[in-house]
């Protein structure tokens, strides 16, 4: 008589044997992901938002090379962020992905732009959303964009 795992646990298992069976550097890149958005996360509840931007205009200050698979790279880190943040304990909102991905991007010498903006929703109510771009490429935030107008970019 073989006893049967309850759902989430036969979910989590199956997970986890799709996550073995990813090559090494999609796994990497996978763990990455989700440490950097948890460090943002943490960043994002605890810093103001003002710290951050200074922040990022240092690392903008920095000179960076852009290899020729840029772009390639890029998609791959915008990826990892999108596919780790709805697996996070944690509320991985967009604003947390923009800088977790940033923050991989930096880390291969790429640059990346957090694109801010605002919209109302049906009742009036103000809303912010933060994306992510490499070059003109929207690698996180992507889906929401378009009702957002933009009021500002983090370098």
Not at 33 to 45: D, M, S, Y
Not at 59 to 88: F, M, N, S, Y
Not at 127 to 148: N, S
Request: proline fraction near 5%; include cysteine; charge should be positive.
């Amino acid at each position: 008589m073989g006893a049967t795992l309850p759902r989430s646990r036969r979910g989590t298992l199956y997970a986890l044997k799709r996550f073995v069976a990813l090559p090494a550097h999609r796994r990497a890149i996978s763990i990455e992901a989700v440490i950097t958005l948890g460090l943002a996360r943490l960043l994002v509840l605890t810093v103001p938002i003002r710290w951050i931007a200074r922040r990022l205009e240092r690392q903008a200050a920095l000179p960076h090379g852009q290899p020729e698979q840029a772009g390639d790279i890029a998609r791959e880190v915008g990826v990892a962020v999108r596919a780790a943040a709805p697996k996070t304990p944690w509320k991985s909102a967009c604003l947390a992905q923009a800088l977790a991905g940033k923050w991989m991007l930096a880390r291969r010498g790429l640059r990346g732009t957090i694109r801010l903006g605002v919209a109302k929703d049906a009742d009036g109510n103000l809303q912010a959303h933060a994306w992510l771009c490499a070059g003109d490429t929207v690698l996180t935030g992507g889906a929401q964009v378009r009702r957002f107008k933009l009021v500002g970019d983090l370098e």
